[in-house]
């Protein structure tokens, strides 16, 4: 059984693992990535486009699903070296989160709805990732 997870980064940084093939949470940190399995589907929650700048993006900026394969280190230059997995991105737009709060089982009803994003990356269920995909315009199928 596949799990389904939202991961969380700047658009920048997202841009740049869709175009890549890969992601990377928590600033390239291999613990997170261990508990990703192939298969698994992975939607990216961006609070902002630039790391730093408080834009109010609060967007979904990638959906696909996680490649074979094991994590490996990338090279981004300068020395830094984050850990990765390939990502099959599915053909989405970006879809902001407030029209889906109260519809999102992680959201619903809580005031204090963005507390988790704050950890980076966290499971949620089949329910919430359809949505996502269905608000971003990927299909089922493509994004896990």
């Not at 109010?56 to 696909?64: H, V």
């Not at 980076?120 to 329910?127: A, K, P, Y």
């Amino acid at each position: 059984m596949s799990a389904h997870w939202i991961a969380v980064a700047s658009a920048a940084h997202v841009r740049l693992g869709r175009a890549g093939g890969f992601m990377q949470v928590n600033h390239g940190r291999l613990a997170p990535l261990r508990r990703i399995r192939p298969g698994d589907g992975i939607a990216y929650y961006s609070p902002n486009t630039v790391l730093g700048e408080k834009d109010g993006l609060q967007s979904f900026t990638a959906i696909g699903t996680v490649r074979e394969g094991e994590p490996y280190q990338g090279e981004m230059g300068g020395g830094f070296t984050p850990f990765r997995r390939d990502v099959a991105w599915a053909k989405a737009e970006e879809a902001a989160i407030k029209p889906l709060l109260d519809r999102l089982d992680f959201t619903a009803g809580k005031t204090n709805w963005g507390y988790q994003l704050r950890f980076g990356l966290f499971e949620i269920d089949e329910h919430d990732f359809r949505l996502i995909a269905e608000a971003m315009g990927a299909k089922a199928t493509e994004a896990a």
